[in-house]
């Protein structure tokens, strides 16, 4: 069966596209109204929310990104996965139930226009869906960048794809994810999401298992060679450090809840009790799918250090690297389109948020105007943002890689205080919101581009989402409260 | 007064920074490339794709009470961020007590658990080739995957078991049903006038 590797992950990997492909045609016959492209009209079950939920907080990053930090720095790289159990715990305390009860009274489809209903100011609703466009770009650049060089090697091991283009990789990619996204929108968004969920966690479970054998004693012999290698990559902290980590720990965990792709899944439940079950469900299946990060990061570094595998030389590769050489081609075919579900999961959110806010939120908060048929201007505009995000990440190159790292951390400066905390606090008003976007973005801006290292290489991105809450809660009680309609003020209190 | 809580939190934490950023460390304490070179930059790569982190003793001793410090104020945060989402207006009074009672053991054991982690972390530093175990890993990094990562569940099992009585209790799903329909007819009444 080795010979045929290359067409078993290909035959997978078409498999997917062609169940994505069918979803989109299935979900447009669902798809009547801007409420159901955006919002998949509020009327989704757990069971598909919870995926949504989590398949969007585990992007491509997770697949990837995450066990090539294993492969490099050990253990610190840990930090960001255990980070989300508490950071979904804060995510649902907080907003839950809130942003379900507020999104039905007044029916709002983004989470600018629930901005803009909190501090009943078009304003400052406006100026969340402006500060998320250039966010959506540079992820959804990302994301279409990540799945375009992943199919790029993957179609250079067979025989008659060999010849094929890194353009036409970007063309192919593009097309299924835009596909689906204007045919069904939200609605074809989340059941993919659902299906890209359940391949997620069959995968990542496969590879625990492969992981686990691939020396004959287990994790506890890698975890041994490693330590022999160098200690610190094995214990807590890893090879960062402590100070490291607990600002890595900081960021992801309070900065899930500031996530708009995922935060924007809590308003499509059918009903407002449904996060009881949401918050369990959605943990349970992150977890589950974290697992490949963990598995594939400590085998990878074990075999590297103890010389049973040659140095990778990128530590991208730790994930293609494994299960080219230790998983059996199913395995790998599952894995590879469990790879192509992570990054579509995010990049479809994206999309859909992206062009909620073009053409439904800034239109309506900026300059008080409805868009005349609305639906077929969101469908034109996702193929705009999609081919827009291409065009930047194919022009673009390794700055794409560098902004997108700035993604989760600039999210949570936007959206932590604002939402997050708005939604809770009556007390909050509109100018601590504003001023404190525009102070972390400040902070933020200046730290990244001026390449300014904090000490102990103190996350940035932490830093700055300080001093953002920091400006919300002081501005806040500096002036006085706004006046905003009783019966959101009443919800803010149920 | 009833944002003492808050600033306080807020205080700490900044104190916990500025306590951070004025603690001096050894130049390799944030890892360094590993000491073999066929590792640290193997043929191809453009830059070091491997670390090491050295001797744990020498990179964390100076900072290890400041992290430990920035590591409880955080997770005290998180608690009560935690327990400030659960305020409801019709929240139940009868068991309120001993709800809270849960959360706050949850909370002091998400506490512990870091505090553990820690302590045995540098329990090890004696013998850094051979550390305890606990299951397939060093019993610190154990404890990171059971202990940070596994203790929330605590606070989930809270949400699941108490969500009618604190978080979404039947009064406030009522008075929101209320509210959405004043809304509906409220609209309806500004369509007929205009």
């Given at each position: ?20 492909i069918?979803?989109?045609l299935?979900a447009?016959?669902?798809?009547k109204?801007?409420?159901d492209?955006?919002?998949a ?5 757990v ?26 720095h050990?253990t610190s ?20 139930k809130r ?7 007044t029916?709002?489809l983004?989470v600018?226009e629930i ?13 969340m869906?402006?500060a ?13 960048k ?6 790029f090697?993957?179609l ?12 036409w ?28 969920g ?7 479970l496969?590879?625990?298992?492969a ?7 287990g994790?506890?012999e ?7 290698d ?10 960062m450090?402590m100070?490291?980590c ?17 935060i924007?899944?809590?308003?499509m ?20 799918s ?8 400590i ?6 250090v ?19 050489q230790?998983?059996?081609?199913l395995?790998?075919?599952v894995?590879?389109?469990?790879l ?7 990049a479809?959110s994206?999309?859909?948020i ?5 053409v ?7 300059f ?7 639906l ?5 505009m996702?193929?705009i ?18 902004l ?40 933020y ?6 390449g300014?290292e ?13 001093v953002?809450?920091t400006?919300?809660?002081m501005v ?7 006046d905003?309609?009783k ?8 | 007064?009833?944002?003492a809580?808050v600033?306080?939190?807020l ?7 500025f ?7 050894p ?9 073999r070179?066929?590792?640290a ?24 009470l400041a992290?430990m ?16 989402g ?6 139940s ?36 080739f051979e ?11 154990t ?5 940070i ?5 605590g ?18 799903l009522a ?20």
């Amino acid at each position: 069966m080795e010979e045929y590797r290359s067409y078993i992950v290909f035959g997978c990997i078409l498999a997917y596209m062609v169940m994505c492909i069918a979803v989109g045609l299935w979900a447009m016959r669902r798809t009547k109204d801007t409420s159901d492209f955006f919002m998949a009209g509020r009327h989704l079950g757990v069971l598909v929310t919870s995926a949504a939920v989590f398949a969007s907080t585990m992007s491509g990053f997770g697949f990837v990104g995450g066990p090539g930090i294993a492969y490099k720095h050990g253990t610190s790289s840990f930090w960001m996965m255990i980070s989300i159990s508490v950071g979904m715990c804060i995510m649902f305390f907080l907003l839950g139930k809130r942003l379900r009860l507020l999104a039905g009274l007044t029916n709002s489809l983004s989470v600018p226009e629930i901005v803009a209903s909190r501090y009943k100011s078009n304003r400052t609703g406006g100026l969340m869906a402006i500060a998320l466009l250039p966010g959506v770009l540079i992820y959804l650049a990302v994301q279409i960048k990540a799945m375009a060089v992943v199919l790029f090697d993957l179609l250079q091991d067979l025989s008659w794809t060999s010849s094929i283009s890194i353009e036409w990789c970007f063309f192919i990619c593009c097309s299924v994810l835009v596909f689906y996204c204007v045919t069904g929108g939200m609605v074809a968004s989340v059941y993919t999401d659902f299906i890209q969920g359940i391949i997620m966690i069959g995968a990542a479970l496969l590879v625990f298992y492969a992981a686990m054998t691939t020396l004959d004693g287990g994790f506890t012999e890698m975890a041994q060679i490693i330590t022999q290698d160098d200690p610190e990559a094995m214990q807590p902290w890893g090879t960062m450090g402590m100070i490291s980590c607990l600002s890595i720990y900081f960021i992801m965990a309070f900065g899930v809840c500031g996530q708009p792709h995922v935060i924007s899944k809590l308003m499509m439940t059918k009903k407002p009790e449904d996060s009881r079950h949401l918050l369990p469900l959605s943990l349970g299946g992150f977890i589950l799918s974290a697992v490949l990060w963990v598995s594939i990061g400590i085998t990878m570094r074990a075999v590297v250090v103890g010389d049973f595998h040659l140095p990778l030389a990128n530590a991208d590769e730790a994930s293609s690297a494994f299960l080219t050489q230790y998983a059996h081609p199913l395995l790998a075919g599952v894995v590879f389109a469990g790879l192509f579900a992570a990054i579509m999961s995010t990049a479809d959110s994206f999309l859909n948020i992206g062009a909620a806010a073009i053409v439904h939120d800034l239109p309506k908060l900026l300059f008080n105007r409805q868009i005349k048929r609305e639906l077929m201007w969101a469908r034109i505009m996702t193929v705009i943002i999609a081919v827009g995000a291409a065009l930047i990440a194919y022009f673009a190159e390794d700055t794409v890689a560098m902004l997108g790292v700035m993604g989760w951390s600039a999210f949570a400066i936007a959206f932590v205080p604002t939402v997050a905390l708005g939604l809770n606090w009556r007390r909050a008003n509109r100018l601590g919101a504003e001023l404190s976007v525009l102070a972390g973005f400040g902070v933020y801006g200046i730290l990244f581009f001026k390449g300014i290292e904090l000490p102990f290489k103190f996350h940035p991105g932490a830093f700055s989402l300080l001093v953002t809450v920091t400006v919300f809660f002081m501005v806040s009680l500096a002036t006085p409260p706004d006046d905003i309609d009783k019966d959101v003020e009443e919800l803010l209190e149920l | 007064m009833k944002y003492a809580p808050v600033i306080a939190v807020l205080a700490l934490l900044w104190l916990a920074v500025f306590w951070i950023f004025t603690t001096d460390h050894p130049p390799d304490a944030l890892g360094y490339p590993h000491v073999r070179a066929e590792l640290a930059q193997p043929e191809g790569a453009t830059k070091t794709m491997m670390f090491q982190g050295g001797i744990g003793r020498d990179r964390h001793i100076q900072v290890s009470l400041a992290g430990m410090f920035f590591g409880i104020v955080t997770l005290t945060g998180f608690s009560l961020l935690i327990a400030w989402g659960c305020r409801s207006r019709h929240a139940s009074q009868e068991i309120a007590a001993f709800f809270w009672n849960l959360m706050v053991m949850v909370a002091i054991v998400l506490v512990g658990a870091f505090l553990t982690m820690c302590t045995v972390y540098q329990s090890s530093w004696d013998r850094p080739f051979e550390p305890h175990y606990l299951g397939p890993f060093p019993f610190g990094t154990t404890l990171m995957f059971l202990g940070i990562c596994g203790v929330p569940v605590g606070f989930i099992v809270l949400y699941v078991l108490f969500y009618r009585e604190f978080i979404l209790p039947t009064r406030s799903l009522a008075r929101f049903n209320e509210l959405v329909a004043a809304r509906e007819s409220a609209a309806e009444k500004d369509d007929v006038i205009a």
